[in-house]
């Protein structure tokens, strides 16, 4: 017996000064309270830790009157209904002689001794109560599943996990050796007494549940109780640090993509600038300068914009978004985008607040893309072919470029034009082909080959064209780019 308590015991040793919250759990003969200054969370989330020393004394008792309710269940069963099985009634009165020397240890202060007597010592004595009176089949084997639970709580996860262990072992055992003959023939047993067994196992089991819900809400309030000026404290250092840590990374991004930021309060016209406003009107740091002087940075025109917008906002409640030009105060030219939104307060508008961002890069680079896409399209009409592409992926069948010659060959009003998309050219050219059903399988034929193409198309008007397409690279061979010439002369000519 001091063999298997010290192997099964091993481990709440080992885990014998483990704190757990304010309290330090301490399975000794002589337990005591110390102030753990680690975090309750830490050691709450490990499934090897056991519960604190008070909630622990509590549990024991409860323990120990859930086995002695389960002994004194079935004496009385079994007074009941079997009085002549004299020798069943020595199982649970050895329960009820440990749960009394069990009470008396812990009523001692020996919690680690009682503890290894009360689970150990029920489990042995489970045993050989089923060894002697039928096995698995004995009403007994029901009290293991509570047992276990029990060990859990006050012995931890491994011990637990080893009474498990060898409870499985044990009932196969049980079943070998009923098998083979070797175990006692099972008394007469009334189904009467199982069912007093069982509803036994049930109580405890839901004196068991009770006891954890209600020490799970008791934890949960110490916590909350302990942590409250904690967290405020943290709290408060948090919100300093956030402030700091939000001021810094505003003025990182606002200097890195050039935006700064802006409120007006509307009853004081008072006006606050960030740090990148005063470093896109190149001017230093500080005191944000009065609304008046603000606005005076900017030319007669482009302030007569700001006031019109900044009134439609305080009256209206628009927002605004304006790409205005500047002079900054080292006299650059530049452009700024301004957006401006109002902040309601109380059903009033109080305040105005937006961005300001130098554009001038952006603006510079729109233009140019402009000035390359009109180059492109120039090029296109120059070519004296048919071009037009389109992307595969897009259900509008939106073409992404195309030249007037494209629409003047398969007969298209310029002024259609930029209505017609991918289908509007299939239907144009489906009037045209000789054979459109076999004109329109050979498109599709096309489309299905990931590499360019090139063909010769006769149309029913007499004329024939150079048909070309080609997949745009990186789009998976989807969208293809179309080419068109008119090559009846040269038809004719070879002809000839």
């Known amino acids: 017996m001091d063999t298997a308590l010290a192997a099964l015991c091993g481990p709440v040793a080992r885990r014998g000064n483990r704190p757990f919250g304010p309290v330090q759990w301490r399975l000794g003969d002589n337990p005591g309270v110390t102030t753990s200054s680690r975090s309750p969370d830490a050691v709450a989330d490990r499934p090897d830790s056991p519960v604190p020393w008070a909630t622990s004394s509590r549990f024991v008792r409860v323990a120990i009157l859930c086995i002695g309710s389960g002994a004194v269940a079935f004496l009385l ?48 004595l489970l045993v050989a109560i089923c060894v002697f009176n039928g096995g698995v089949r004995t009403p007994a084997m029901t009290a293991f599943a509570p047992l276990i639970i029990m060990a859990g709580w006050l012995m931890g996860v491994r011990t637990a996990g080893t009474l498990a262990v060898l409870t499985l072992a044990a009932g196969l055992g049980f079943v070998v050796a009923d098998g083979a003959g070797a175990l006692p023939a099972q008394p007469p047993t009334s189904p009467l007494m199982f069912w007093a067994v069982q509803a036994a196992m049930l109580a405890a089991s839901a004196a068991m549940i009770a006891f954890f819900l209600r020490n799970y809400r008791e934890r949960i309030s110490e916590v909350r109780r302990l942590s409250g000026n904690l967290a405020r404290l943290e709290a408060e250092a948090a919100v300093a640090e956030t402030v700091r840590r939000s001021n810094y990374l505003l003025d990182r991004t606002g200097r890195m993509a050039r935006v700064g930021g802006w409120e007006l309060d509307v009853p004081t016209r008072t006006l606050t600038w960030t740090t990148e406003v005063f470093l896109i009107h190149e001017l230093p740091p500080g005191p944000t300068p009065p609304f008046e002087e603000a606005m005076a940075l900017f030319a007669p025109p482009v302030r007569a914009t700001l006031e019109a917008a900044a009134r439609d906002a305080i009256e209206h409640g628009r927002s605004c978004d304006l790409e205005l030009p500047l002079v900054t105060a080292g006299g650059r030219d530049i452009w700024v985008r301004m957006i401006g939104e109002p902040q309601w307060v109380d059903g009033t508008i109080r305040r105005l607040g937006g961005t300001v961002q130098d554009s001038t890069e952006q603006r510079a680079a729109a233009q140019a893309l402009q000035t390359s896409v009109e180059n492109l399209q120039r090029t296109l009409e120059s070519i004296g072919e048919g071009i037009f592409a389109y992307d595969g992926r897009d259900p509008s069948g939106r073409l ?56 010769r198309v006769r149309l029913n008007d007499g004329r024939v064209l150079l048909r070309r397409s080609a997949p745009i690279l990186g789009n998976g061979g989807v969208s293809r780019v179309w080419t068109f010439r008119d090559v009846t002369r040269e038809e004719q000519a070879l002809a000839a």
């Not at 509007?424 to 599709?444: H, K, M, Q, S, Y």
Request: with cysteine; glycine share 4%.
């Open 77 to 124: 069963a079994l007074l009941a209904f079997a009085p002549h099985q004299h020798v069943r009634m020595v199982g649970p009165a050895c329960l009820l002689v440990l749960c009394t020397i069990t009470w008396i240890l812990q009523a001692r202060g020996r919690m680690r001794t009682a503890i290894a007597w009360l689970v150990i010592g029920t489990w042995i």
């Open 400 to 455: 992404l470029f195309a030249n007037d010659e494209v629409f003047r060959i398969w007969n298209i009003p310029l002024e259609e034009a930029p209505q017609t998309g991918r289908a509007g050219i299939i239907t144009a050219a489906r009037r045209l082909f000789l054979d459109p059903d076999a004109e329109v399988a050979r498109i599709e034929q096309i489309l299905a080959t990931p590499t360019p193409h090139e063909d």
